[in-house]
Protein backbone atom coordinates (compact mmCIF):
# COMPACT_ATOMS: atom_id res chain seq x y z
CA UNK A 1 0.00 0.00 0.00
CA UNK A 2 1.50 3.61 -1.16
CA UNK A 3 1.36 6.09 1.76
CA UNK A 4 -1.01 8.21 2.54
CA UNK A 5 -0.39 12.05 2.08
CA UNK A 6 -2.16 14.63 4.53
CA UNK A 7 -2.17 18.26 4.07
CA UNK A 8 -3.16 18.24 7.78
CA UNK A 9 -0.90 16.23 9.51
CA UNK A 10 -1.34 17.85 13.10
CA UNK A 11 -5.26 17.98 13.02
CA UNK A 12 -7.35 14.97 14.71
CA UNK A 13 -10.86 14.34 15.79
CA UNK A 14 -12.65 17.34 16.38
CA UNK A 15 -13.28 17.89 20.29
CA UNK A 16 -16.98 18.52 19.95
CA UNK A 17 -17.12 14.69 18.55
CA UNK A 18 -14.41 13.89 21.83
CA UNK A 19 -16.83 15.50 23.78
CA UNK A 20 -19.87 14.26 22.74
CA UNK A 21 -18.75 10.57 22.98
CA UNK A 22 -17.33 11.03 25.87
CA UNK A 23 -20.81 12.61 27.41
CA UNK A 24 -22.55 9.12 25.73
CA UNK A 25 -20.12 6.95 27.77
CA UNK A 26 -20.90 8.00 30.92
CA UNK A 27 -24.60 9.18 30.74
CA UNK A 28 -23.67 13.03 31.22
CA UNK A 29 -25.70 15.86 30.09
CA UNK A 30 -24.22 17.33 26.88
CA UNK A 31 -23.91 20.96 26.97
CA UNK A 32 -20.66 20.54 24.51
CA UNK A 33 -21.63 20.31 20.98
CA UNK A 34 -23.54 23.09 19.89
CA UNK A 35 -26.88 21.94 18.74
CA UNK A 36 -30.53 21.68 20.04
CA UNK A 37 -32.20 18.76 21.77
CA UNK A 38 -35.44 20.15 20.92
CA UNK A 39 -37.78 19.75 17.65
CA UNK A 40 -37.79 21.93 14.65
CA UNK A 41 -41.48 23.96 13.96
CA UNK A 42 -43.63 21.35 12.75
CA UNK A 43 -44.45 23.27 9.83
CA UNK A 44 -40.88 24.01 8.31
CA UNK A 45 -40.66 19.91 9.13
CA UNK A 46 -44.19 19.53 6.86
CA UNK A 47 -42.77 21.95 4.10
CA UNK A 48 -40.13 19.45 3.45
CA UNK A 49 -42.59 16.69 2.71
CA UNK A 50 -44.85 18.72 0.29
CA UNK A 51 -42.06 19.98 -1.19
CA UNK A 52 -40.59 16.27 -2.10
CA UNK A 53 -44.36 15.07 -2.87
CA UNK A 54 -44.44 18.56 -5.46
CA UNK A 55 -41.72 16.75 -7.29
CA UNK A 56 -38.63 18.64 -6.09
CA UNK A 57 -36.58 16.07 -5.80
CA UNK A 58 -34.21 16.83 -8.72
CA UNK A 59 -31.03 18.89 -9.16
CA UNK A 60 -31.80 22.48 -8.45
CA UNK A 61 -29.66 25.38 -10.16
CA UNK A 62 -26.38 25.33 -9.11
CA UNK A 63 -26.31 28.45 -7.07
CA UNK A 64 -29.39 27.40 -5.08
CA UNK A 65 -33.61 27.66 -5.50
CA UNK A 66 -34.10 31.19 -6.89
CA UNK A 67 -36.88 31.29 -4.46
CA UNK A 68 -34.57 30.78 -1.52
CA UNK A 69 -32.29 33.23 -2.64
CA UNK A 70 -34.41 35.63 -2.79
CA UNK A 71 -35.45 35.02 0.63
CA UNK A 72 -32.12 35.56 1.88
CA UNK A 73 -31.38 38.70 -0.15
CA UNK A 74 -34.40 40.52 0.89
CA UNK A 75 -33.90 39.60 4.63
CA UNK A 76 -29.91 41.08 4.17
CA UNK A 77 -31.24 44.11 2.63
CA UNK A 78 -34.47 44.76 5.06
CA UNK A 79 -32.23 43.97 7.72
CA UNK A 80 -28.61 46.16 6.59
CA UNK A 81 -29.67 48.70 4.35
CA UNK A 82 -27.70 46.65 1.52
CA UNK A 83 -27.98 45.57 -1.65
CA UNK A 84 -27.46 42.31 -2.76
CA UNK A 85 -28.95 40.80 -5.86
CA UNK A 86 -30.74 37.52 -5.10
CA UNK A 87 -29.34 36.10 -9.07
CA UNK A 88 -25.92 37.56 -8.78
CA UNK A 89 -24.50 37.97 -5.40
CA UNK A 90 -26.52 34.78 -2.91
CA UNK A 91 -25.06 31.35 -2.91
CA UNK A 92 -27.01 28.56 -1.05
CA UNK A 93 -24.19 26.09 0.56
CA UNK A 94 -24.19 22.48 2.46
CA UNK A 95 -24.01 24.69 5.70
CA UNK A 96 -21.51 27.46 7.28
CA UNK A 97 -18.54 25.55 7.33
CA UNK A 98 -18.81 24.73 3.79
CA UNK A 99 -19.47 28.81 3.07
CA UNK A 100 -16.39 29.52 5.59
CA UNK A 101 -14.38 26.93 3.26
CA UNK A 102 -15.17 27.73 -0.17
CA UNK A 103 -14.63 31.43 0.33
CA UNK A 104 -11.00 31.15 1.59
CA UNK A 105 -10.59 28.28 -1.11
CA UNK A 106 -10.99 31.02 -3.60
CA UNK A 107 -9.29 34.43 -2.78
CA UNK A 108 -6.56 32.88 -0.90
CA UNK A 109 -3.36 30.80 -2.24
CA UNK A 110 -0.24 29.47 -1.31
CA UNK A 111 2.09 31.76 1.35
CA UNK A 112 -0.90 34.30 2.38
CA UNK A 113 -1.39 34.98 5.89
CA UNK A 114 -5.04 35.13 6.83
CA UNK A 115 -5.72 36.30 10.56
CA UNK A 116 -8.53 34.73 12.84
CA UNK A 117 -8.91 35.82 15.97
CA UNK A 118 -8.52 33.90 18.98
CA UNK A 119 -10.06 31.54 20.79
CA UNK A 120 -11.66 30.83 16.97
CA UNK A 121 -14.00 28.15 15.66
CA UNK A 122 -11.97 25.03 14.59
CA UNK A 123 -12.73 25.02 11.25
CA UNK A 124 -10.91 28.12 10.35
CA UNK A 125 -7.41 26.82 10.47
CA UNK A 126 -7.72 23.54 8.51
CA UNK A 127 -9.62 25.35 5.79
CA UNK A 128 -7.11 28.09 5.76
CA UNK A 129 -4.22 25.34 5.30
CA UNK A 130 -5.66 23.30 3.27
CA UNK A 131 -5.83 26.13 0.69
CA UNK A 132 -2.03 26.95 1.23
CA UNK A 133 -2.48 29.76 3.17
CA UNK A 134 -0.89 30.72 6.58
CA UNK A 135 -3.44 31.21 9.68
CA UNK A 136 -2.33 33.82 12.21
CA UNK A 137 -4.13 33.77 15.32
CA UNK A 138 -4.59 37.17 16.70
CA UNK A 139 -5.73 36.92 20.53
CA UNK A 140 -8.47 38.80 22.03
CA UNK A 141 -8.30 41.16 25.03
CA UNK A 142 -9.06 39.33 28.47
CA UNK A 143 -12.75 39.80 28.36
CA UNK A 144 -12.56 38.46 25.08
CA UNK A 145 -13.01 42.13 22.79
CA UNK A 146 -11.11 41.82 19.39
CA UNK A 147 -7.75 43.83 20.26
CA UNK A 148 -7.04 46.06 17.20
CA UNK A 149 -3.60 46.30 18.43
CA UNK A 150 -3.06 43.38 18.18
CA UNK A 151 -4.75 43.29 14.41
CA UNK A 152 -2.74 45.59 13.31
CA UNK A 153 0.67 44.76 15.03
CA UNK A 154 -0.12 41.06 13.26
CA UNK A 155 -0.28 42.52 9.55
CA UNK A 156 2.28 42.03 7.06
CA UNK A 157 2.60 42.55 3.48
CA UNK A 158 1.68 38.69 2.98
CA UNK A 159 -1.76 39.55 4.72
CA UNK A 160 -4.35 38.26 2.33
CA UNK A 161 -7.74 37.91 4.53
CA UNK A 162 -9.51 38.39 7.86
CA UNK A 163 -12.38 35.83 9.40
CA UNK A 164 -14.30 38.23 11.36
CA UNK A 165 -17.07 35.90 13.64
CA UNK A 166 -20.07 37.30 15.16
CA UNK A 167 -21.87 36.25 16.83
CA UNK A 168 -18.75 35.09 18.58
CA UNK A 169 -18.53 31.22 19.09
CA UNK A 170 -17.00 30.15 21.30
CA UNK A 171 -16.86 33.18 23.78
CA UNK A 172 -20.91 34.84 23.61
CA UNK A 173 -19.58 38.25 22.63
CA UNK A 174 -20.46 40.25 19.93
CA UNK A 175 -18.50 42.83 17.64
CA UNK A 176 -19.65 46.37 17.93
CA UNK A 177 -20.50 48.90 15.17
CA UNK A 178 -16.77 50.38 16.64
CA UNK A 179 -15.41 47.15 15.25
CA UNK A 180 -16.62 47.34 11.99
CA UNK A 181 -16.20 50.65 11.33
CA UNK A 182 -12.36 49.82 12.88
CA UNK A 183 -12.12 46.68 10.36
CA UNK A 184 -13.41 48.72 7.52
CA UNK A 185 -10.80 50.73 8.01
CA UNK A 186 -8.36 48.23 7.83
CA UNK A 187 -9.63 46.25 5.32
CA UNK A 188 -9.25 49.17 2.98
CA UNK A 189 -5.85 50.36 3.74
CA UNK A 190 -4.15 46.76 3.58
CA UNK A 191 -6.59 45.62 0.82
CA UNK A 192 -7.54 42.50 2.46
CA UNK A 193 -10.58 40.01 1.96
CA UNK A 194 -12.92 39.71 4.87
CA UNK A 195 -14.74 36.18 5.61
CA UNK A 196 -17.58 37.28 7.95
CA UNK A 197 -19.15 34.16 9.64
CA UNK A 198 -22.66 35.39 11.20
CA UNK A 199 -24.30 31.94 11.08
CA UNK A 200 -25.70 33.47 15.04
CA UNK A 201 -26.82 36.58 13.15
CA UNK A 202 -30.07 36.37 14.79
CA UNK A 203 -29.17 35.49 18.33
CA UNK A 204 -28.08 38.56 19.88
CA UNK A 205 -29.32 39.77 22.95
CA UNK A 206 -30.47 42.56 25.44
CA UNK A 207 -31.53 44.93 22.81
CA UNK A 208 -28.40 45.09 20.87
CA UNK A 209 -28.16 45.36 17.40
CA UNK A 210 -26.19 42.51 14.99
CA UNK A 211 -23.47 44.30 13.51
CA UNK A 212 -23.37 42.83 9.97
CA UNK A 213 -20.66 43.67 7.63
CA UNK A 214 -23.78 44.25 5.15
CA UNK A 215 -24.40 47.49 7.38
CA UNK A 216 -21.05 48.66 5.95
CA UNK A 217 -21.02 49.45 2.09
CA UNK A 218 -17.22 49.32 2.08
CA UNK A 219 -16.83 46.15 4.29
CA UNK A 220 -19.72 44.38 1.98
CA UNK A 221 -18.01 44.75 -1.36
CA UNK A 222 -15.14 43.03 0.07
CA UNK A 223 -16.82 40.49 2.37
CA UNK A 224 -18.21 37.25 2.53
CA UNK A 225 -21.01 37.04 4.46
CA UNK A 226 -21.83 33.53 5.62
CA UNK A 227 -25.10 32.23 7.10
CA UNK A 228 -26.95 29.34 8.44
CA UNK A 229 -30.21 27.96 8.52
CA UNK A 230 -29.60 24.79 10.47
CA UNK A 231 -28.62 27.13 13.09
CA UNK A 232 -31.44 29.74 12.80
CA UNK A 233 -34.44 26.93 12.23
CA UNK A 234 -33.30 24.04 15.12
CA UNK A 235 -32.40 21.68 11.98
CA UNK A 236 -28.03 21.96 12.23
CA UNK A 237 -28.33 18.31 10.37
CA UNK A 238 -29.67 19.71 7.15
CA UNK A 239 -26.95 21.34 6.78
CA UNK A 240 -27.81 23.92 4.94
CA UNK A 241 -26.22 27.79 4.31
CA UNK A 242 -25.59 30.81 2.46
CA UNK A 243 -22.93 33.01 1.05
CA UNK A 244 -23.69 36.99 0.25
CA UNK A 245 -21.15 38.42 -1.79
CA UNK A 246 -20.53 41.11 -4.41
CA UNK A 247 -20.69 39.94 -7.80
CA UNK A 248 -16.97 39.69 -8.65
CA UNK A 249 -17.03 37.77 -5.17
CA UNK A 250 -19.95 35.62 -5.68
CA UNK A 251 -18.41 34.53 -9.21
CA UNK A 252 -15.05 33.47 -7.78
CA UNK A 253 -16.89 31.96 -4.66
CA UNK A 254 -19.35 29.74 -7.61
CA UNK A 255 -16.25 28.84 -10.01
CA UNK A 256 -15.03 26.70 -6.82
CA UNK A 257 -18.76 25.51 -5.22
CA UNK A 258 -20.44 23.86 -8.60
CA UNK A 259 -16.76 21.47 -8.32
CA UNK A 260 -17.04 20.38 -4.06
CA UNK A 261 -20.85 20.34 -3.95
CA UNK A 262 -22.39 21.46 -6.76
CA UNK A 263 -25.70 22.59 -4.86
CA UNK A 264 -27.62 21.65 -2.12
CA UNK A 265 -30.28 18.87 -1.11
CA UNK A 266 -33.90 20.67 -3.26
CA UNK A 267 -36.87 19.62 -1.15
CA UNK A 268 -34.77 21.30 2.12
CA UNK A 269 -34.17 24.66 -0.34
CA UNK A 270 -37.80 24.63 -1.34
CA UNK A 271 -39.45 23.74 2.20
CA UNK A 272 -36.92 27.23 4.13
CA UNK A 273 -38.48 29.36 0.99
CA UNK A 274 -41.82 28.56 1.56
CA UNK A 275 -41.41 28.93 5.54
CA UNK A 276 -39.34 32.01 5.21
CA UNK A 277 -42.53 33.53 3.93
CA UNK A 278 -43.32 34.45 7.33
CA UNK A 279 -40.55 36.24 9.22
CA UNK A 280 -42.17 35.47 12.49
CA UNK A 281 -39.96 32.50 13.16
CA UNK A 282 -36.63 34.09 13.19
CA UNK A 283 -38.07 37.35 14.61
CA UNK A 284 -38.55 35.99 17.23
CA UNK A 285 -35.51 33.90 17.71
CA UNK A 286 -33.60 36.22 20.00
CA UNK A 287 -36.25 36.15 22.76
CA UNK A 288 -36.29 32.52 22.87
CA UNK A 289 -32.70 32.02 23.39
CA UNK A 290 -32.39 35.15 25.37
CA UNK A 291 -34.59 33.54 27.99
CA UNK A 292 -33.02 30.42 28.35
CA UNK A 293 -29.66 31.95 28.92
CA UNK A 294 -31.15 34.04 31.43
CA UNK A 295 -32.23 31.29 33.29
CA UNK A 296 -29.81 28.96 33.07
CA UNK A 297 -27.21 31.90 34.03
CA UNK A 298 -29.55 32.88 37.19
CA UNK A 299 -29.52 28.43 37.98
CA UNK A 300 -25.48 28.72 37.72
CA UNK A 301 -25.25 31.78 40.09
CA UNK A 302 -25.66 29.69 42.54
CA UNK A 303 -22.43 27.93 41.75
CA UNK A 304 -18.90 28.56 41.90
CA UNK A 305 -18.53 28.88 38.41
CA UNK A 306 -17.79 32.47 37.59
CA UNK A 307 -20.33 33.66 34.58
CA UNK A 308 -18.41 35.58 31.46
CA UNK A 309 -20.70 37.98 29.51
CA UNK A 310 -23.11 36.41 26.81
CA UNK A 311 -24.48 38.88 24.25
CA UNK A 312 -24.90 36.50 21.39
CA UNK A 313 -24.98 32.98 20.47
CA UNK A 314 -26.38 30.14 22.64
CA UNK A 315 -23.07 29.44 24.18
CA UNK A 316 -22.41 30.46 27.71
CA UNK A 317 -18.53 30.67 28.89
CA UNK A 318 -17.60 30.22 32.56
CA UNK A 319 -14.16 30.84 34.53
CA UNK A 320 -13.98 27.66 36.41
CA UNK A 321 -10.55 28.64 38.45
CA UNK A 322 -12.75 28.57 42.07
CA UNK A 323 -13.54 24.90 41.41
CA UNK A 324 -9.97 23.22 40.15
CA UNK A 325 -6.94 24.54 38.56
CA UNK A 326 -6.48 21.78 35.99
CA UNK A 327 -5.89 22.44 32.63
CA UNK A 328 -9.51 23.07 31.03
CA UNK A 329 -9.30 19.80 28.71
CA UNK A 330 -9.05 17.64 31.99
CA UNK A 331 -11.22 20.09 33.55
CA UNK A 332 -13.75 19.00 30.68
CA UNK A 333 -13.15 15.39 30.85
CA UNK A 334 -13.32 15.70 35.10
CA UNK A 335 -16.51 17.90 34.40
CA UNK A 336 -18.53 14.74 32.17
CA UNK A 337 -17.39 12.08 33.74
CA UNK A 338 -17.78 12.67 37.44
CA UNK A 339 -20.32 15.57 37.83
CA UNK A 340 -22.36 14.81 34.90
CA UNK A 341 -22.05 17.43 32.59
CA UNK A 342 -19.98 17.95 28.95
CA UNK A 343 -18.63 21.29 28.33
CA UNK A 344 -16.40 22.05 26.10
CA UNK A 345 -12.46 23.38 26.80
CA UNK A 346 -11.76 27.02 25.32
CA UNK A 347 -8.11 25.92 25.24
CA UNK A 348 -8.89 23.96 22.00
CA UNK A 349 -9.87 27.24 19.98
CA UNK A 350 -6.00 28.29 20.33
CA UNK A 351 -3.39 27.09 17.80
CA UNK A 352 -1.09 27.58 20.90
CA UNK A 353 -3.75 26.22 23.27
CA UNK A 354 -4.21 29.09 26.36
CA UNK A 355 -5.05 28.22 30.13
CA UNK A 356 -7.36 30.50 31.17
CA UNK A 357 -9.91 28.14 33.31
CA UNK A 358 -12.72 28.77 30.90
CA UNK A 359 -14.86 26.03 29.67
CA UNK A 360 -17.94 26.39 26.94
CA UNK A 361 -21.66 25.31 27.64
CA UNK A 362 -24.62 24.99 25.46
CA UNK A 363 -27.46 26.27 26.48
CA UNK A 364 -29.98 25.34 23.09
CA UNK A 365 -31.54 22.63 25.16
CA UNK A 366 -34.79 22.02 26.87
CA UNK A 367 -35.87 23.66 29.60
CA UNK A 368 -35.35 20.20 31.40
CA UNK A 369 -32.29 19.14 30.03
CA UNK A 370 -31.09 22.91 31.41
CA UNK A 371 -32.30 22.27 34.67
CA UNK A 372 -30.81 18.78 35.08
CA UNK A 373 -27.60 20.58 33.61
CA UNK A 374 -27.83 22.65 36.99
CA UNK A 375 -29.19 20.72 39.25
CA UNK A 376 -25.52 18.56 38.56
CA UNK A 377 -23.17 21.68 38.61
CA UNK A 378 -24.97 22.48 41.64
CA UNK A 379 -22.48 19.69 43.53
CA UNK A 380 -19.37 21.92 42.67
CA UNK A 381 -20.73 24.29 45.58
Given at each position: ??????????????IFTVMS???????????????????????????VTAAMAAGHNQYPPMTGVPALRQAVAGNLNARHGSAYDADRDVTITAGGTQGLFTALQ??????????????????????IRLAGAVPVGVPTTADYRIDWSAVRAALTPRTRALVLNTPHNPSG???????????????????????????YEHMVFDGAAHESVARHP???????????????????????????APPALSAAFRRLHQYTVFTVHTPTQHALAAYLADPAPWAGLSGFYQAKRDAFRAALAATPL???????TYFQTVDYSAVSDLPELDFAKWLTTEIGVAAIPLSVFYQQPQQRGHVRFCFAKRDETLAEAARRLARLG
Open positions: MPALPTKLPNTGTTALAAEHGAVNLGQGFPDFAADPALLQACCVGVGDEVLIIEPAYDSYDPARIATADDLRELERLAGQHDLFVISDEVALRERSFLVGSFGKTFHVTGWKVGFVAKLLPCEG
